[in-house]
């Protein structure tokens, strides 16, 4: 049996820190398991857990600490949103991939570094070399016009690279869930949308959500202990309409029940599984520990995470 992870604190590195370009480094199930084993993926998961935690019995409205660093890493994301409407899909006859996403994308990726700079002291200046590869891989794959659960973890671990420096720090936790993460799911739906990005390595229906997996885990916490939503309260319409606004769980229901046509239990029975469960608490914890076997411990996913000196390969 898989235990459930536990919150673990970041260790921010000391100066003077040698920065590197992260690579790609697994490519076999001896690396997932050596990776799995590693402090260096304990300490990740920590910290997703740490998120999980910060987010606990939350709405996405609750008034939180707000720092100077969370609000540009916000407006960052808001001008990525922004260059979407600037960059209109082609007329194009293949259903998913619409090619306008490269544009969108190479302009992403010539931004990225000034971008990155706005969150930096001076001092840590020299981290964008290490910090940019995980940003410009957070949003899709621009030659496959793609995008799944490797992306999403991508950006996890740029946050955690962030926490690595000392940018990001306990007290934004609930700030980096609620304002930053919510931001960064507006964004990739409008990406998923107007550029048709194909799933990337979908299980189909067999898969939790084509695309996401971190929002279920936040959105799951958020909902613990709630006086009258259940987990059976995903099919319940009024509630859908009322709450998914505050609550990220209910907002990947509603964008699910949106863009997929039929019963509920056939296009998503995962999903449909999880709502049989009695509380939020096992929900929460179930999918921390699906998310480390899932997606943590499969090689499609992890050949395309990166390793470097704030992320150790071990």
Partial sequence: MTPVPHAEKVPVISPPHHFQTPTKIITSDDHIRRFRDSPTAKNFLGFIVSLSESIRTHKLSDPCHVSPVTTSIVSILQTLIQSVDQIPPLEQSSRYGNLAYRDWHVRMTEHADSFILQLLPHELNSATVELTPYFTDSFGNSSRIDYGTG????????LYCLARLGVIVEEDYQAVVSRVFVKYMELMRK??????????GSHGVWGLDDYHFLPYVFGASQLIDHKYMKPKSIHNEDILENF??????????????????????????MLDDISGVPNWKKVNSGLLKMYKVEVMEKVPIMQHFLFGSLIKWE
């Fill in 244 to 269: 998914a606004k505050e609550y990220m769980y209910l907002q990947c229901i509603e964008f699910i029940r949106k863009v997929k046509k039929g019963p509920f239990a056939e296009h998503s029975p």
């Fill in 191 to 200: 990406l998923q949308l107007v550029y048709s990005l194909e799933p990337a």
């Fill in 151 to 158: 992306h999403e973890t991508n950006f996890a671990a740029w």
